[in-house]
Protein backbone atom coordinates (compact mmCIF):
# COMPACT_ATOMS: atom_id res chain seq x y z
CA UNK A 1 0.00 0.00 0.00
CA UNK A 2 1.56 3.31 -1.46
CA UNK A 3 3.24 5.28 1.41
CA UNK A 4 2.90 2.06 4.62
CA UNK A 5 7.24 1.58 5.80
CA UNK A 6 8.91 -1.26 4.02
CA UNK A 7 10.42 -3.91 7.04
CA UNK A 8 14.14 -3.38 7.16
CA UNK A 9 15.01 -7.38 7.37
CA UNK A 10 11.91 -9.37 5.48
CA UNK A 11 9.21 -8.32 2.89
CA UNK A 12 5.47 -7.17 3.08
CA UNK A 13 3.66 -10.10 0.95
CA UNK A 14 0.62 -9.27 -0.38
CA UNK A 15 -2.52 -11.98 0.68
CA UNK A 16 -6.28 -11.34 -0.47
CA UNK A 17 -7.64 -12.09 3.25
CA UNK A 18 -11.59 -13.38 3.65
CA UNK A 19 -13.35 -14.08 6.77
CA UNK A 20 -15.80 -17.41 7.97
CA UNK A 21 -19.40 -17.58 7.30
CA UNK A 22 -19.91 -17.09 11.08
CA UNK A 23 -17.56 -13.99 11.15
CA UNK A 24 -18.73 -10.66 13.40
CA UNK A 25 -18.35 -6.72 12.97
CA UNK A 26 -19.89 -4.96 10.85
CA UNK A 27 -20.39 -5.60 7.16
CA UNK A 28 -17.65 -3.51 5.75
CA UNK A 29 -15.29 -5.84 7.93
CA UNK A 30 -16.82 -8.86 6.73
CA UNK A 31 -15.81 -7.59 2.90
CA UNK A 32 -12.38 -9.76 1.41
CA UNK A 33 -9.90 -7.42 1.52
CA UNK A 34 -6.38 -6.96 0.68
CA UNK A 35 -3.75 -7.02 3.55
CA UNK A 36 -0.09 -6.99 3.70
CA UNK A 37 1.77 -9.96 5.86
CA UNK A 38 5.07 -9.20 7.27
CA UNK A 39 7.35 -12.33 6.11
CA UNK A 40 10.67 -12.18 7.28
CA UNK A 41 14.03 -13.09 5.80
CA UNK A 42 15.73 -16.50 6.92
CA UNK A 43 18.12 -16.35 9.57
CA UNK A 44 19.70 -19.95 9.58
CA UNK A 45 22.64 -18.31 7.62
CA UNK A 46 22.56 -14.62 8.59
CA UNK A 47 25.75 -13.24 8.75
CA UNK A 48 25.35 -9.77 10.63
CA UNK A 49 27.40 -7.09 9.34
CA UNK A 50 29.62 -5.74 12.75
CA UNK A 51 31.45 -2.67 13.20
CA UNK A 52 35.14 -3.00 15.35
CA UNK A 53 33.00 -1.45 18.03
CA UNK A 54 29.68 -2.87 18.25
CA UNK A 55 32.29 -6.29 17.97
CA UNK A 56 34.31 -6.12 20.86
CA UNK A 57 31.29 -4.92 23.11
CA UNK A 58 29.63 -8.44 22.07
CA UNK A 59 32.85 -9.91 22.98
CA UNK A 60 33.18 -8.21 26.39
CA UNK A 61 29.47 -8.86 27.11
CA UNK A 62 29.94 -13.17 26.30
CA UNK A 63 32.80 -12.81 28.76
CA UNK A 64 31.46 -11.12 30.83
CA UNK A 65 27.67 -14.10 30.85
CA UNK A 66 30.54 -16.53 30.84
CA UNK A 67 32.12 -15.68 33.75
CA UNK A 68 29.22 -14.90 35.61
CA UNK A 69 28.15 -18.90 34.80
CA UNK A 70 31.33 -20.26 35.69
CA UNK A 71 31.20 -18.51 39.41
CA UNK A 72 26.82 -18.82 39.64
CA UNK A 73 27.67 -21.36 42.48
CA UNK A 74 29.48 -19.04 44.24
CA UNK A 75 26.76 -16.24 43.39
CA UNK A 76 23.43 -17.75 45.45
CA UNK A 77 22.68 -13.78 45.84
CA UNK A 78 21.96 -13.27 42.36
CA UNK A 79 19.01 -16.02 42.39
CA UNK A 80 16.41 -12.88 43.73
CA UNK A 81 17.80 -10.75 40.90
CA UNK A 82 17.22 -13.23 38.18
CA UNK A 83 13.73 -13.87 39.56
CA UNK A 84 13.00 -10.23 39.88
CA UNK A 85 15.01 -9.84 35.93
CA UNK A 86 12.98 -12.79 34.30
CA UNK A 87 9.56 -11.11 35.81
CA UNK A 88 10.77 -7.73 34.39
CA UNK A 89 11.43 -9.19 30.98
CA UNK A 90 8.26 -10.75 30.72
CA UNK A 91 5.96 -7.93 31.72
CA UNK A 92 8.08 -5.86 28.83
CA UNK A 93 7.38 -8.46 26.45
CA UNK A 94 3.95 -8.48 27.83
CA UNK A 95 3.50 -4.51 26.95
CA UNK A 96 4.16 -4.98 23.18
CA UNK A 97 0.50 -6.73 23.00
CA UNK A 98 -0.75 -4.20 25.20
CA UNK A 99 -0.87 -6.15 28.80
CA UNK A 100 -0.05 -3.76 31.50
CA UNK A 101 -0.20 -4.47 35.40
CA UNK A 102 0.82 -2.93 38.74
CA UNK A 103 3.14 -5.81 40.93
CA UNK A 104 1.00 -6.64 43.64
CA UNK A 105 -2.08 -7.10 41.41
CA UNK A 106 0.61 -9.73 39.17
CA UNK A 107 1.85 -11.34 42.43
CA UNK A 108 -1.79 -11.86 43.66
CA UNK A 109 -2.88 -13.44 40.14
CA UNK A 110 0.90 -15.58 40.38
CA UNK A 111 -0.42 -17.07 43.54
CA UNK A 112 -3.78 -17.49 42.49
CA UNK A 113 -5.75 -14.93 43.80
CA UNK A 114 -7.76 -12.38 42.32
CA UNK A 115 -6.61 -13.86 38.39
CA UNK A 116 -8.30 -11.71 35.63
CA UNK A 117 -7.68 -12.25 31.91
CA UNK A 118 -4.90 -9.78 32.13
CA UNK A 119 -3.09 -11.20 35.16
CA UNK A 120 -3.53 -14.68 33.75
CA UNK A 121 -1.77 -13.96 30.59
CA UNK A 122 1.11 -11.47 31.88
CA UNK A 123 1.31 -14.82 34.57
CA UNK A 124 1.77 -17.35 31.78
CA UNK A 125 4.39 -14.89 29.97
CA UNK A 126 6.46 -15.42 33.03
CA UNK A 127 6.12 -19.30 33.28
CA UNK A 128 6.89 -19.64 29.57
CA UNK A 129 10.17 -17.60 30.21
CA UNK A 130 10.87 -19.97 33.12
CA UNK A 131 10.05 -23.17 30.50
CA UNK A 132 12.10 -21.74 28.13
CA UNK A 133 15.22 -21.14 29.89
CA UNK A 134 15.21 -24.80 31.41
CA UNK A 135 14.68 -26.34 27.95
CA UNK A 136 17.90 -24.34 26.78
CA UNK A 137 19.90 -25.28 29.43
CA UNK A 138 19.14 -29.29 28.81
CA UNK A 139 22.26 -30.43 27.02
CA UNK A 140 20.41 -30.73 23.02
CA UNK A 141 19.31 -29.27 20.51
CA UNK A 142 16.28 -27.22 20.21
CA UNK A 143 13.42 -28.67 18.78
CA UNK A 144 10.27 -27.52 17.43
CA UNK A 145 8.70 -29.51 20.11
CA UNK A 146 10.11 -27.68 22.88
CA UNK A 147 9.14 -24.55 21.35
CA UNK A 148 5.27 -25.59 20.96
CA UNK A 149 6.00 -26.85 24.63
CA UNK A 150 6.62 -23.05 25.58
CA UNK A 151 3.56 -22.06 23.92
CA UNK A 152 1.76 -24.42 25.94
CA UNK A 153 2.81 -22.61 29.18
CA UNK A 154 2.33 -19.75 27.69
CA UNK A 155 -1.23 -19.79 27.25
CA UNK A 156 -2.19 -22.64 29.88
CA UNK A 157 -5.08 -21.19 32.27
CA UNK A 158 -5.73 -18.69 29.40
CA UNK A 159 -9.34 -18.24 27.28
CA UNK A 160 -6.82 -19.15 24.35
CA UNK A 161 -5.83 -22.31 26.01
CA UNK A 162 -6.96 -24.48 23.52
CA UNK A 163 -4.51 -23.05 21.17
CA UNK A 164 -1.60 -23.87 22.86
CA UNK A 165 1.11 -26.27 21.55
CA UNK A 166 -0.83 -25.68 17.63
CA UNK A 167 0.81 -23.93 14.72
CA UNK A 168 -2.24 -22.14 13.60
CA UNK A 169 -3.57 -22.33 10.42
CA UNK A 170 -5.23 -19.32 9.73
CA UNK A 171 -4.32 -15.78 9.36
CA UNK A 172 -3.22 -13.48 12.70
CA UNK A 173 -2.80 -9.85 13.33
CA UNK A 174 -1.96 -7.65 16.04
CA UNK A 175 -3.88 -4.68 16.76
CA UNK A 176 -7.14 -3.00 14.95
CA UNK A 177 -10.16 -4.41 15.00
CA UNK A 178 -10.58 -8.31 16.46
CA UNK A 179 -13.03 -8.94 13.60
CA UNK A 180 -10.72 -7.35 10.35
CA UNK A 181 -6.60 -6.76 10.14
CA UNK A 182 -7.87 -3.92 7.78
CA UNK A 183 -6.33 -1.43 10.70
CA UNK A 184 -4.23 -4.05 12.57
CA UNK A 185 -1.19 -2.32 13.57
CA UNK A 186 1.44 -5.86 12.34
CA UNK A 187 -0.20 -8.74 10.26
CA UNK A 188 2.46 -12.10 10.69
CA UNK A 189 3.29 -14.56 8.16
CA UNK A 190 0.41 -16.48 6.12
CA UNK A 191 -0.03 -20.14 7.59
CA UNK A 192 2.05 -21.22 4.77
CA UNK A 193 5.15 -20.04 5.42
CA UNK A 194 4.65 -20.86 9.03
CA UNK A 195 6.51 -24.65 8.51
CA UNK A 196 9.42 -23.23 6.71
CA UNK A 197 9.79 -20.18 9.15
CA UNK A 198 9.73 -22.50 12.14
CA UNK A 199 12.32 -24.51 10.85
CA UNK A 200 14.66 -21.61 10.04
CA UNK A 201 14.39 -19.96 13.45
CA UNK A 202 14.82 -23.54 14.93
CA UNK A 203 18.20 -24.30 13.02
CA UNK A 204 19.19 -20.18 14.17
CA UNK A 205 18.69 -21.05 17.43
CA UNK A 206 20.99 -24.29 17.43
CA UNK A 207 23.52 -22.02 15.63
CA UNK A 208 27.20 -21.94 17.93
CA UNK A 209 29.11 -19.85 15.72
CA UNK A 210 27.59 -16.07 16.93
CA UNK A 211 27.63 -13.95 19.83
CA UNK A 212 25.61 -14.94 22.30
CA UNK A 213 24.09 -12.06 23.29
CA UNK A 214 23.59 -11.11 19.46
CA UNK A 215 21.92 -14.05 18.96
CA UNK A 216 19.36 -14.05 21.91
CA UNK A 217 18.38 -10.68 21.15
CA UNK A 218 18.43 -11.47 17.31
CA UNK A 219 14.81 -13.50 18.20
CA UNK A 220 11.75 -12.64 17.34
CA UNK A 221 8.92 -13.25 19.29
CA UNK A 222 5.97 -14.99 17.49
CA UNK A 223 2.53 -13.96 17.98
CA UNK A 224 0.30 -15.64 20.68
CA UNK A 225 -2.91 -16.24 19.53
CA UNK A 226 -4.88 -17.05 16.44
CA UNK A 227 -6.70 -13.77 16.48
CA UNK A 228 -5.77 -11.55 19.13
CA UNK A 229 -7.76 -10.63 21.72
CA UNK A 230 -8.63 -6.56 22.24
CA UNK A 231 -5.87 -5.33 24.26
CA UNK A 232 -6.23 -4.40 27.95
CA UNK A 233 -3.95 -1.40 29.24
CA UNK A 234 -4.29 -0.76 33.23
CA UNK A 235 -2.25 1.86 35.46
CA UNK A 236 1.18 0.74 35.81
CA UNK A 237 0.51 1.37 40.06
CA UNK A 238 -2.85 -0.76 39.83
CA UNK A 239 -3.50 -2.43 43.25
Do not use: K
Amino acid sequence: MAGELQPSRGRLERRTWRPSQDHGGAWHRRQAQAIGCYVPDPVASWDPPLTAATASILGEADAAVHDLNRDAPQLRGLDALSRQLLRQESIGSSRIEGLVMGQRRLARAAAGVDGDDTAVAIVGNIRAMERAIALAAEPREVMLGDLLSVHRTLLHGTRDERLGGIVRTCQNWVGGSPFSPAVAECIPPPPDHLEALLADLIAFVNRDDLPVVLQRRSRTPSSRRSIPSPTATVAPDDA
